[in-house]
């Protein structure tokens, strides 16, 4: 499954694109079911959606388009993960960044700016860069991960200029605190803020409120029936559980109902 700009490259501003095995999807209200326990829905943010994995992961993404540049750009959220590798993986005791692939401990953060470059965009980010036998995307005829990839940035030293592209204007930590005011998680806010200040952008804010909004309202649903089996044509009695998630205000709603079938 890809949720990604239009393939043909040309900036597109009415929406992502919804792929599942290559095919072009519409999402409709009820969702996709993926079998397994893999499902597909939309959620409350204009063009989000959330992904349920039959491991009980959910992900949630949350798109943001940048007029002035002309792109799009996404707040993903995972939750309930038991996943240990990876970007998101777990952080070994002892190291400052998860495992590599082979399981090997990056160590602990290293006293140079420079070494710290080095582990973090030479080792640690070459080690899990996409390739094209590894990556999931859907890719345009006649490109492929070297069309979006490069492999000098970030530079090192300022100033940090993509070619051919004009920087953008940063903002003052004032303007950035203020449109972030309402994103009230510690690490939300910290992200938001400086995502608006060196953008300049003010509607980064917007997508890490809904962000925030969604995983402040997450719920886990569980349904439990009274006799495994039953036999054929006899009643069973089933009792939904609905529990808050790990970051769920209180005010949402919990509880459980019984009914029978």
């Not at 209200?29 to 204009?46: E, F, M, N, V």
């Not at 990839?149 to 940090?160: A, D, I």
Request: proline content about 8%; some cysteine; hydrophobic content about 35%.
């Amino acid at each position: 499954m890809t949720y990604q700009p239009n393939l043909s490259g040309v900036p597109d501003p009415s929406g992502l694109q919804l792929r599942i095995d290559g095919s072009l999807t519409t999402l409709g209200a009820s969702g996709i079911d993926l079998g397994s326990g893999g499902r597909i829905t939309r959620t409350t943010a204009a063009g989000g959606i959330q992904i349920e994995f039959p491991n009980e992961t959910v992900l949630s993404v949350v798109p943001g388009w940048w007029p002035s540049e002309s792109k799009w750009y996404l707040n993903v959220d995972v939750l309930r993960t038991p996943s240990l590798e990876g970007l998101m993986g777990a952080t070994m005791r002892g190291s400052w960044l998860p495992a590599l692939p082979d399981g090997t401990s990056m160590g602990p953060k290293p006293a140079s700016l420079h070494q710290r470059y080095v582990d973090l965009y030479q080792k640690f980010g070459e080690a899990w860069r996409v390739s094209d036998k590894t990556s999931l995307f859907d890719y345009a005829p006649g490109t492929s991960t070297a069309t979006f990839t490069l492999k000098s940035w970030p530079m090192e030293t300022p100033p940090c200029v993509i070619p051919e592209t004009k920087p953008v204007e940063p903002t003052t930590l004032q303007v950035a605190e203020q449109a972030c005011l309402g994103v009230t998680d510690k690490n939300m806010h910290a992200d938001c803020v400086f995502d608006v200040r060196v953008t300049g952008n003010t509607r980064f804010a917007e997508t890490y409120l809904q962000s925030q909004r969604i995983k402040l309202g997450a719920t886990t649903t569980t349904v439990a029936d009274d006799e495994d089996p039953t036999q054929v044509g006899e009643t069973a009695a089933f009792t939904a559980i609905v529990t808050r998630g790990p970051f769920s205000g209180k005010g949402v709603p919990i509880g459980s109902v019984q009914f029978s079938v």
